[in-house]
């Protein structure tokens, strides 16, 4: 009886709950209709405005207007002097006026660690600094690293220097401790910074182009054709200017990433091996610890929907149980 009673009134909170449900949702459907209606109303009356201005306006040929354009276009690439790729380097620098020997632009980049003596760790991370200042660069990223009693033994820094001045920046690093390791790389974009600058320019006609056919539209559908084009060259020609700006900057200022260390002390294995062992030991039981702690939490509705089956069905065993010993007796 009390399981049935219990249903029942289980039975009455989920229907009450889907009334309330379906009013709410019925409101915000109506509210939803009356913005779409006036929405529909406004942008009828915008429409019929256009249309009565574009009757008003005089014809205009679209299509004539973009013949006109195109042949303007090759008139232009055919008065523009030819280039001369051999010359590479007369021919990127238009852009970011940058001098790279070689006539190339080559991105370089390094990593280097060094082992230095002890107690000369600020000493070296201000070295360091002053290096890339001092060649007009500077100091893209730095970290310190401490050993277990709190003294900054090790860091990493990573330094913009010009590339006129990046070979003889790494040599005098390699002057300041012992080399431990070292790498360096180099990047020819001057392919990429060409096919970029021939790019621009064909997206620059463009741009000329359109906004001549701007000034000429008298519709409303030719200005807005014609806009929407004209937005999309002016994106492409953001995004072209970008990326060579990128790598100009790539370019212009070679990285060199620094990791440089204190010698690493010689631990003894007699003493203190055994305390350490037991810390080790004790951080071990700590990450068990807190590991059962989370799947214990991760699975605690599981349980709670495991536990509460097992109170229903109890019950009905009970309850069982209880009518067998009165029809017993």
């Given amino acids: 009886m009390k399981i049935k009673r219990l249903s029942r009134g289980l039975l009455v909170v989920i229907l009450t709950f889907i009334l309330i449900a379906g009013v709410f949702f019925t409101a915000c459907s109506a509210s939803r209709a009356r913005d779409f209606v006036s929405k529909s109303v406004e942008s009828a009356e915008v429409i019929e405005e256009a249309v009565a201005e574009e009757e008003a306006a005089p014809v205009y040929d679209i299509d004539e207007a973009y013949g006109k354009a195109e042949a303007q276009e090759a008139e232009i690439q055919e008065e523009a002097p030819a280039e001369d790729l051999g010359d ?189 062992a037991l810390k080790r030991g004790a951080r071990g039981a700590i990450r068990v610890f807190n590991s059962m702690v989370v799947v214990l939490i991760a699975s605690a509705p599981v349980w709670i929907i495991i536990a509460l089956i097992a109170i229903i069905v109890w019950q009905v065993i009970k309850a069982k149980k209880r009518r067998a010993g009165k029809e017993q007796k």
């Fill in 88 to 276: 590479a380097g007369n021919t990127i620098a238009q852009y970011g006026d940058i001098e790279v020997a070689g006539g190339k632009k080559v991105i370089k980049t390094a990593y280097i660690e060094i082992e230095i003596k002890k107690g000369k760790f600020q000493e070296t991370m201000f070295a360091l600094t002053n290096l890339a200042e001092r060649n007009g660069g500077f100091v893209a990223n730095s970290e310190s690293y401490s050993d277990s009693e709190g003294n900054l033994t090790s860091g990493r820094i990573t330094i913009r220097i010009p590339s006129k001045s990046y070979s003889s920046a790494l040599d005098k690093i390699k002057e300041m401790g012992t080399v431990k390791n070292i790498s360096s790389y180099g990047q020819d974009v001057t392919q990429e910074y060409i096919d970029l600058e021939s790019r621009l320019r064909n997206y620059e006609a463009q741009e000329k182009v359109l906004l001549e056919l701007m000034k000429q539209s008298k519709k409303v559908s030719d200005s807005i054709e014609v806009q929407r084009e004209l937005s999309n060259v002016q994106g492409e020609i953001e995004v072209i200017k970008g990326r060579m700006r990128y790598l100009d900057d790539m370019v212009s200022f070679s990285t060199i990433d620094v990791y440089f260390h204190e010698p690493e002390p010689i631990s003894s294995t007699s003493g203190l091996g055994f305390v350490e």
